[in-house]
């Protein structure tokens, strides 16, 4: 099978722009999170989505948001970007009825 | 209540040597403990993973161990490898509505060959 893919790699932005991560999950897998990873805060999760609807989310402001299609690939934005938003975004997939969770590469971004 | 606090922050040991890696954890709710393995430039790679039912866990040369009245797990790695060198998280998920998993702030292990 296939693992969990990521794109863009890597994204370069500037303050108050908008960004859009995408990420396929491993085939037959329904449930996709999102995770922030930064030096200083470490990994922190964001949002979990399952069957198109989100099921948990974590502490973050409102400018992070995210969606799941029927084909189970999810997109995440964040809106009107901080320098603060730097940071490895990674996905997880899982089938959603466990917790086992398999992570794709992640997308780089760079906020200047 | 929702941390998990990981120890060391960093580690180095010797190559055939034993790493281990601590971790505890307050919220009772927690239900499945996982270690993940990250290299630079990675996304996390799940390694072993163990539910509070059991005290131990085996998987060739990774082993956790778990204490659920002291709330502590760690990960015990054998013969420890220069391509052991990476960063390792522990973590703990909970049902809350979906799933939650919580991170430890994570280890970097260096294997002197």
Same mark, same amino acid.
């Given at each position: 099978?296939?693992?969990?893919? %990521? +794109?863009?790699?890597?994204? $370069?932005?500037?303050?108050? #722009?908008?960004? +859009?991560?995408?990420?396929?999950? $491993?085939? /037959?897998?329904?449930?996709?999170?999102?995770?922030? %990873?930064?030096?200083? %805060?470490?990994?922190?999760?964001?949002?979990?989505? !399952?069957?198109?609807?989100?099921?948990?989310?974590?502490?973050?402001?409102?400018?992070?948001?995210?969606?799941? !299609?029927?084909?189970?690939?999810?997109?995440?934005?964040?809106?009107?970007?901080?320098?603060?938003?730097?940071?490895? *975004?990674?996905?997880?997939?899982? =089938?959603?009825?466990?917790?086992?969770?398999?992570?794709?590469?992640?997308?780089?971004?760079?906020?200047? | 209540?929702?941390?998990?606090? #990981?120890?060391?922050?960093?580690?180095?040991? %010797?190559?055939?040597?034993?790493?281990?890696?601590?971790?505890?954890?307050?919220?009772?709710?927690?239900?499945?403990?996982?270690? *993940?393995?990250?290299?630079?430039?990675?996304?996390?790679?799940?390694?072993?993973? @163990?539910?509070?039912?059991?005290?131990?866990?085996?998987?060739?040369?990774?082993? $956790?161990?778990?204490?659920?009245?002291?709330?502590?797990?760690?990960?015990? @790695?054998?013969?420890?490898?220069?391509?052991?060198?990476?960063? *390792?998280?522990?973590?703990?998920?909970?049902? =809350?509505?979906?799933?939650?998993?919580?991170? /430890?702030?994570? =280890?970097?292990?260096?294997?002197?060959?």
């Amino acid at each position: 099978k296939a693992g969990v893919t %990521q +794109t863009p790699r890597y994204l $370069i932005k500037t303050r108050g #722009q908008q960004v +859009t991560l995408s990420c396929s999950p $491993i085939s /037959g897998h329904r449930s996709v999170s999102w995770y922030q %990873q930064t030096p200083g %805060q470490g990994l922190q999760f964001l949002f979990e989505y !399952f069957s198109e609807t989100q099921r948990n989310k974590g502490n973050f402001p409102g400018r992070f948001s995210g969606r799941q !299609f029927s084909n189970s690939r999810s997109e995440m934005n964040v809106s009107t970007l901080e320098l603060g938003d730097s940071a490895l *975004y990674l996905c997880a997939s899982s =089938t959603g009825v466990t917790d086992t969770q398999y992570f794709g590469p992640g997308t780089r971004l760079t906020v200047l | 209540q929702q941390q998990v606090k #990981q120890s060391p922050q960093s580690l180095i040991v %010797q190559k055939g040597g034993i790493s281990i890696i601590n971790c505890a954890y307050e919220n009772t709710a927690f239900d499945y403990f996982p270690w *993940y393995q990250q290299f630079p430039g990675k996304g996390p790679a799940l390694l072993i993973a @163990i539910r509070p039912d059991v005290s131990e866990k085996k998987e060739g040369r990774f082993t $956790i161990s778990f204490n659920k009245s002291a709330k502590q797990f760690s990960l015990h @790695i054998m013969d420890s490898q220069p391509g052991d060198s990476a960063t *390792y998280f522990c973590a703990a998920s909970e049902w =809350t509505g979906g799933f939650k998993t919580i991170f /430890g702030a994570g =280890t970097r292990l260096f294997v002197k060959a």
